[in-house]
């Protein structure tokens, strides 16, 4: 009886392990079927002309398509837009997070620190699509008009949260002997922190902001109301202006252009997967 | 610099954070305030009509209030099953191996890939599988959704639990073991207990993450504006029918929609608050 009892416990037991083990396996199983999707159904599609031309009209697409040729163009708009405003999204948010987040480790016991770090949470919490009507409401309403520079605020407001959070967090880890180090060599606060803490830290930093990068890159809702989107090369920041994501959507919502859907998602993903190793590189080596 | 002036600026710096959210707060509110003025507060959270004639303009958000809802708990039901074998696997059965280091860059990258492309390997490979099953004809709704969203909240909900499995002290559960319990009885009357409001509190911080999910869902959910009446359903979320309508909209239809991504703000911010809150009194225990 009593050796019944324990077969049955050591029983469950493994039965539990098993179960852990299968589920956690499955939970690769999207992964796989994500990546394996985009990269078959995309490879071919990239060429030497998918990154240097704009998306085609759609009276042209279906021209090709009528004579069973490619889907002439690419998606060179999205891409310079995408790096336009992600360009002038970062050269803000970097400064403004990086000194937000120096504030939130050197003075962590104010009250009014703990609200700025409540706040960040709150705005690292809002959905996009609600940043993206509220900059739709502050630039694109003032402004009578869609342009790159409303989605590079609508960007900015995103990445900053994700900045500050990871500026504060690697300060915080610093051994405190390195501030005291500094400040015993004579240097005031602002030299230290410029001179000692900051590049101590540059490893996670820089991570971070590579990592805030690759969150907002793929984000199409906000840009949708502030960008709009535009099938035209252009460099002009008062215009609407086209972003990879918001090209994919295109070409999802248009029957004619879907054969140029799994080239811009796999070109997009191949980013966020190279900015990703990036970080963990500079992960592993710098700190 | 000397100090003072540093400190000042750091303090410059740092008011952009009440800016910011100040004016996202007045921005929303202002905007929203001709809806509710027009219908009621009350009423239009509470009225499930949604029409645009002209003259008869008819504006509730009873019907995406549902949609969020039950998409949010069913993503929830499903991510479960999931997320909690992975907090374990890597928080308590294999912790500090190589495979688990491995299966936790999986589920980091999963958290990577934008919604816009898990919205559409939904439409392509999910909902021609639902199709398949017969589970519903048009193969998009609120099931297909929330499957979707289910996996995307895995990484949320799984990497937090993993964290406070691995934060139970050993000496408890070196106690139960040598009392004789099985691994699988150290973890449920030791690390669960234990763990328990950890765990529960990633889980709140995942239902943020889903109720304000836009690309997946508005691909997926079918978008219509009627009351959604069973899971396989077709219907609109708080975040799609804004994406959705947002950009062709105008005068009162505008500020119904902006009035809803107010109550979607709202709803994300409480649930969030609550998360961080229940984290932080979960990591002083």
Redesign the interface.
């Known amino acids: 009886m009593e050796t019944f009892k324990l077969k049955k416990?050591?029983a469950?037991?493994k039965l539990?392990?098993w179960?852990?083990?299968?589920?956690?396996t499955?939970?690769?199983v999207?992964?796989v079927?994500?990546l394996g999707?985009?990269f078959l159904r995309g490879y071919d599609q990239l060429s030497w002309s998918f990154f240097t031309e704009p998306t085609p009209t759609a009276y042209k697409a279906m021209k090709a398509i009528e004579a069973g040729e490619p889907i002439p163009g690419g998606i060179a708009n999205g891409i310079v837009g995408t790096m336009l405003m992600l360009g002038m999204a970062t050269i803000v948010a970097v400064p403004?997070g990086i000194?937000?987040g120096?504030?939130?480790a050197?003075?962590s016991k104010s009250r009014?620190?703990q609200?700025?770090s409540?706040?960040?949470?709150?705005?690292q919490?809002?959905?996009?699509?609600?940043?993206?009507?509220?900059i739709?409401?502050?630039v694109v309403v003032p402004m009578k008009g869609y342009s790159a520079i409303a989605g590079s605020v609508a960007l900015f407001?995103m990445m900053?949260p994700l900045i500050?959070r990871s500026t504060e967090e690697t300060l915080k880890i610093l051994p405190a002997s390195l501030k005291e180090a500094g400040l015993a060599l004579g240097g005031?606060?602002?030299?230290v922190?410029l001179r000692v803490q900051l590049p101590a830290a540059f490893g996670g930093v820089f991570t971070g902001v590579l990592l805030a990068i690759?969150?907002v890159?793929?984000?199409?809702?906000p840009l949708?109301?502030t960008a709009l989107g535009c099938s035209l090369i252009r460099w002009s920041i008062d215009k609407p202006i086209s972003a990879v994501?918001l090209l994919?959507?295109e070409f999802?919502n248009d029957p004619n252009l879907q054969d140029l859907?799994w080239g811009a998602?796999l070109f997009?993903?191949l980013f966020?997967?190279m900015l990703?190793i990036l970080a963990k590189y500079i992960k592993g080596t710098l700190y | 610099m000397n100090d003072k002036l540093y400190k000042v600026l750091l303090f410059i710096v740092a008011l952009i954070m009440p800016i910011v959210c100040g004016g996202v707060v007045y921005a929303l509110v202002t905007d929203a305030y001709d809806a509710f003025e027009h219908f009621g507060f009350f009423r239009f959270l509470t009225s499930s009509e949604w029409s645009y004639t002209e003259g008869a303009e008819q504006y509730g958000a009873l019907p995406f209030i549902t949609g969020t809802l039950m998409t949010t708990l069913l993503a929830l039901v499903f991510c479960i099953p999931f997320s909690l074998p992975v907090a374990l696997f890597v928080g308590e059965y294999f912790r500090d191996s190589r495979i688990a280091a491995v299966l936790s860059t999986v589920v980091d990258l999963l958290a990577g890939i934008p919604s816009i492309i898990y919205g559409l390997w939904g439409f392509y490979t999910l909902r021609p599988i639902i199709m398949a099953l017969n589970i519903s004809p048009q193969g998009s709704g609120i099931l297909t959704a929330s499957l979707v969203l289910a996996i995307m909240i895995i990484p949320y909900a799984s990497s937090l639990s993993a964290e406070f499995i691995k934060m139970v002290p050993n000496d408890l559960k070196e106690g139960a073991y040598s009392l004789g319990a099985t691994r699988l009885e150290v973890v449920r009357n030791v690390v669960f207990p234990v763990a328990g409001s950890g765990i529960f509190s990633s889980y709140v911080l995942a239902i943020g993450r889903a109720l304000g999910e836009t690309m997946t869902v508005t691909m997926l959910i079918g978008n219509t504006n009627d009351m959604p009446n069973s899971i396989t359903a077709t219907g609109n979320s708080m975040a799609s029918i804004i994406a959705n309508q947002f950009g062709e909209a105008d005068g009162l239809r505008l500020s119904s929609l902006i009035a809803i991504g107010l109550i979607l703000f709202l709803i994300t911010a409480i649930i969030n608050m609550v998360g961080k809150i229940m984290i932080k009194r979960a990591r002083i225990a």
């Open positions: 416990r050591l469950k037991d539990m392990l179960g852990v083990c299968l589920f956690a499955l939970t690769a999207p992964l079927a994500i999707e985009v403004i000194l937000c120096v504030y939130l050197e003075n009014f620190a609200i700025v409540y706040l960040t949470d709150l705005l919490g809002t959905p996009s699509v609600i940043i993206g009507i509220v739709y409401i502050w407001v900053l500050i005031n606060e602002a030299r922190m690759s969150r890159i793929g984000e199409t809702a949708m109301f994501p994919i959507w999802f859907i998602s997009l993903l966020i997967l990703n």
